[in-house]
């Protein structure tokens, strides 16, 4: 008799809501909301992620075993950050006024206020959404608040999928970051330790486990971990917008000089400190906020040196911790996911600590992939309660789980342009051979091939793609189609036969996903410029292996056979503050407003000129 297969439907309302399904723990089908909606790190309710999730893997609701949702409750003032959409929708004055009216009264003058949701617009503001809120009362206690958006979610769940409410479970934020970076990787075993750092994580924004028997055991945490949370309030009160403009704070950084940065360095001295007890970054000298504390103390600073003082506190503490970590458990292999996971710098110098033989940076390590962890701490119960394995469960090995559209619905979508009049011109047959020909001689392409790739950084399949070594080439993306600040780098993907010869990565780092950064050899610097760092000389790479994409690969590798050089610029495939592409339509928007050279979709290229 056949063991009955275990399905898990994951799903996450907040920063860049998701969805995932899963089967006795591989993953056949994720995606995010806001690639269906067009609102860049939408929030709420995964609608047409889940619809998308449930279909492709050609699942009936009523054979999902667990719908796994994370955080198991919001306060007022959580629910409040998912009805206003805040991290999606909140412009940079918005964010100044939250601090203004809010934060400022309360943190540092002490007053008494209504709460965040009455202060800040309340039911005038509140977004559409799919939940029925009638029952919500934002007067109530917050034990109310959140009993009866739980049941709200439920019901959602049931009215809107089809899958009975009482298979609804809500699963601790925090941990499943734990889950993900463990269960997605191939580290297992006695000697890995999983640690991880982001800005608000429910309980614990900073926590260590340990794999035992019994699923993943939490050793430490705290919630007064707050490097993240400080990233987020120096994004702001540099001029750019919290939750999605960190990683510009990061690229500037190498720029600043060491006299700026060390002037700046001294307005974070005593900040922060790590703790034995929890295994934990803590404040050493607590300020009254985050915000208002470093906008007066940094006036009259230089905008690099600031960044620069930040990342070098980032990259200081976050040793500091990790070597802690390491000392204390004797553990010697590292997975390590959150949201302060994005920063591939700090990554890269976390992995060169001693006393680290291998670090994991799993896919996308910040709140999108909860969904993820969420399936696997589900799976790993079931396993355990029916007396399997949780070793069983298999790495994530297929980032691909997205929609893949037909070369039908490709035609039709160019149809609907008026090609002549814009003065495109379409070519079909293309293959890979001809691409790299084009890329070669310097033009920017889309790759919109198969299905789109799961997270923050594009893989491959939805792409914009470039020859690092043209000239101009990262001014052209930059100010032409990207429209990004001119100090931001772009990456590359690098052949794994390549990746050898070019980097520095002594520790033979796994780096399949861009999520740390390694040294660039002096010699390859010329031939890869445009897919490096020009302040630091690293490089975040995706070294792709055959298995992973061999389409991808065979196409860098045509490109290598012209040019010598085995990897391409590789760029997310979307305007500047729009979501990455999710449709042929999508992907020809891009084309037309922007300067982009051609857009190749199956083996249909459409071009502003003839290509070859």
Known sequence: MSKKSFTVLSMYEVHVASAALMVDGVVKAAAHEERFTRIKADVGFPLKAAQFCIEEAGIDPAEIDVVAISNEWFDINGLTNILFKRPALYSIDDWIRENELFWKPRLIEGKSLASYFDVMGGWDRVEDHHYDLRDIDMTASNDTIKSTFNQIRRDTVERLLGVPKDR???????????????????????????????????????????????????????????????????????????????????????????????????????????ETETLSVIYDQKPKDLYFNFLDKFRGHRFDGIAGALQQLIEEKLSEWLSLVLRETGKHQVCYG????MNVKANMLLSQLENVDDFYVPLSPGDETNVFGAGYWATEQHFIKNGRDPEEIPPLDNVYLGPRYSRRSIIAAVDKINIKANGFSVTEGVKNSDIATSLSEGKVIGRFQGKSEYGQRSLGNRSLLANP?????????????????FWMPFCPTILDSYAEKCLENPKNISAKFMTICFPVRNEYRDRMAGGIHSGDGTARPQIIEKSTNAEYYDLIEQFSEITGTGALINTSFNLHGEPVVGSPDDALHTLQDSDLDAVWMEDILVSRQSLP
């Not at 959150?338 to 996971?341: F, K, L, N, Y």
């Open 469 to 485: 070594s043209a000239p101009g080439v990262v001014d052209k993306i930059n100010s032409q189609i990207k429209y990004r600040d």
């Open 338 to 341: 959150g949201g302060v996971a």
């Open 168 to 274: 609804v479970t809500f699963m601790p934020h925090y941990m499943l970051h734990h889950y993900h970076a463990y269960y997605s990787g191939n580290l297992r075993g006695d000697d890995v330790v999983v640690v991880h750092q982001e800005g608000d994580g429910g309980a614990c924004n900073s926590a260590v486990s340990i794999p035992t028997k019994n699923g993943l055991k939490q050793i430490g945490g705290t919630n007064k971990s707050d490097l993240g949370r400080l990233y987020q309030w120096c994004t702001l009160l540099m001029g750019m917008k919290p939750y999605h403009h960190e990683y510009k704070i990061m690229g500037l950084a190498p720029y600043a000089t060491e006299y700026e940065v060390k002037k700046s360095l001294k307005v974070f001295q005593r900040l922060f400190k790590v």
